[in-house]
T-cell receptor
Framework: DAGVTQSPTHLIKTRGQQVTLRCSPK?????VSWYQQALGQGPQFIFQ???????QRGNFPDRFSGHQFPNYSSELNVNALLLGDSALYLC??????????FGPGTRLTVL | QKEVEQDPGPLSVPEGAIVSLNCTYS??????FMWYRQYSRKGPELLMY????GNKEDGRFTAQVDKSSKYISLFIRDSQPSDSATYLC???????????FGTGTRLQVTL
């Protein structure tokens, strides 16, 4: 049984560019959440998707947007990248419940 | 003041020791409490999940929640070098989708 998968593993972008990160949830999970983890910090909630709708959003600017597809996979888009957007981006899936299972993350570096 | 406080460590213990990891929180609406283990440059792995107050045991791991003191703990018995990782506490309310994390405690188990 495959767990949560994310792509790409690493990404290097320059300031002002746009990036798209992808996530496939664990089999049987219909809810996907995205988190940003800066070095030495705990993950910070960006938003959660369920039934292709954004269900809750954290304290992140509109430059961060997302989408969920009918097969429950999800994308995170970040526009107008800033140096401070450099972080590990984590996707978590859950079976419409409390427990959230994380993928390996995408490490984004903004130069 | 952060909603969830966690000592970042590092905490260094000899192999075989009992490890105690702790978090305090300020939001009395938190009802679900989780512990994740995160190895360097990997995604967090769910170790324990507890609802409301009480104890939960799983192998060498015991999670305790004291809602009256707003204090949660994770105990690791017979610690092994493979337990060396960062341990993150996380919690959520009954209605929110997001997990709120502590900053993580870095644990090193030495031979």
């Amino acid at each position: 049984d495959a767990g949560v998968t994310q792509s790409p593993t690493h990404l290097i972008k320059t300031r002002g560019q746009q990036v798209t990160l992808r996530c496939s949830p664990k089999s049987g999970h219909d809810t996907v959440s995205w988190y940003q983890q800066a070095l030495g910090q705990g993950p910070q909630f960006i938003f959660q998707y369920y039934e292709e709708e954004e269900r809750q959003r954290g304290n992140f600017p509109d430059r961060f947007s997302g989408h969920q597809f009918p097969n429950y996979s999800s994308e995170l888009n970040v526009n107008a990248l800033l140096l401070g957007d450099s972080a590990l981006y984590l996707c978590a899936s859950s079976p419409h419940g409390v427990e959230q299972f994380f993928g390996p993350g995408t490490r984004l570096t903004v130069l | 003041q952060k909603e969830v406080e966690q000592d970042p460590g590092p905490l260094s213990v000899p192999e075989g020791a009992i490890v105690s990891l702790n978090c305090t929180y300020s939001n009395s609406a938190f009802q679900y409490f989780m512990w994740y283990r995160q190895y360097s440059r990997k995604g967090p792995e769910l170790l324990m999940y507890t609802y409301s107050s009480g104890n939960k045991e799983d192998g060498r791991f015991t999670a305790q929640v004291d809602k009256s003191s707003k204090y949660i703990s994770l105990f690791i018995r017979d610690s092994q070098p493979s337990d060396s990782a960062t341990y993150l506490c996380a919690m959520k309310t009954g209605t929110a989708s997001k997990l709120t994390f502590g900053t993580g405690t870095r644990l090193q188990v030495t031979l």
